[in-house]
């Protein structure tokens, strides 16, 4: 079963902290993108990368950095967390050969206090 | 304009009824399109792609009206278990666009 794994279920951090949203896929797919999820707001893309070393800006980029060293591995960092950077956070891939959709993470619900 | 619109509900319905969403998308260059599934505290699940000619599983259907820019989903005989928020997504290319999602309660 193909899967997309992000590190955490649940975060809860200070303002002001360096924070790391981990996310590993297991299917070789070159696509990789970072969401964040707020009721009524719907999917926000925040970053995606199409390769490794490779990134690009979603719609919503402000207070986020990325980073992919490996292809498996795509990295989410809020440089300094702020209370309006609580979310849910959602990590997906997806295959540029066969466009089957992504295959998201089980999330990772980050509240910043 | 949104990129993607969909009427949020909520759509509460009984046991064995017949409903139906819509979702517009306002860039025609878009290429694929998706219907997706998201309990609620889980991640969006993909429930069928959408094709041109229209497409079936099960007791779902999917249709694309690429002139109006819409798509639609059709749920029939709900099921309790139908209780969900489903998500229109369009795709250029690689980068896929989703809606805000309908939301559906099945009630017994």
């Known amino acids: 079963d193909v899967k997309v794994t992000q590190s955490s279920r649940y975060l809860v951090k200070r303002t002001g902290e360096k924070v790391f949203l981990e996310c590993v896929q297991d299917m070789d797919h070159e696509n990789m993108f970072w969401y964040r999820q707020d009721p009524g707001l719907g999917l926000r893309l925040i970053y995606f990368?199409?390769?490794?070393?490779?990134?690009e800006k979603g719609d919503i980029p402000e207070g986020y950095s990325v980073s992919r060293e490996k292809k498996e591995r795509f990295s989410l960092i809020l440089e300094s967390a702020s209370t309006n950077q609580t979310s849910m956070y959602l990590c997906?891939?997806?295959?540029?050969?066969?466009?089957?959709?992504?295959?998201f993470g089980s999330g990772t619900r980050l509240t910043v206090v | 304009r949104k990129e993607v619109e969909q009427d949020p509900g909520p759509f509460n319905v009984p046991e064995g009824a017949t409903v139906a969403f819509n979702c517009t998308y306002s860039?025609?260059?878009?290429?694929?399109f998706f219907w997706y599934r998201q309990d609620c505290r889980k991640e969006p699940k993909l429930l069928m792609s959408v094709y041109s000619s229209g497409n079936e599983d099960g007791r779902f259907t999917a249709q694309l009206n690429r002139a109006s820019q819409y798509i639609s989903l059709l749920i029939r005989d709900s099921k309790l278990s139908d209780s969900a928020t489903y998500l229109c997504v369009f795709s250029l290319r690689n980068d896929m666009r989703f809606g805000a999602g309908t939301r559906l309660t099945v009630k017994p």
């Open positions: 990368s199409y390769d490794v070393k490779m990134k």
């Open positions: 997906a891939s997806s295959s540029t050969v066969a466009n089957y959709g992504y295959t």
């Open positions: 860039n025609s260059a878009s290429q694929s």
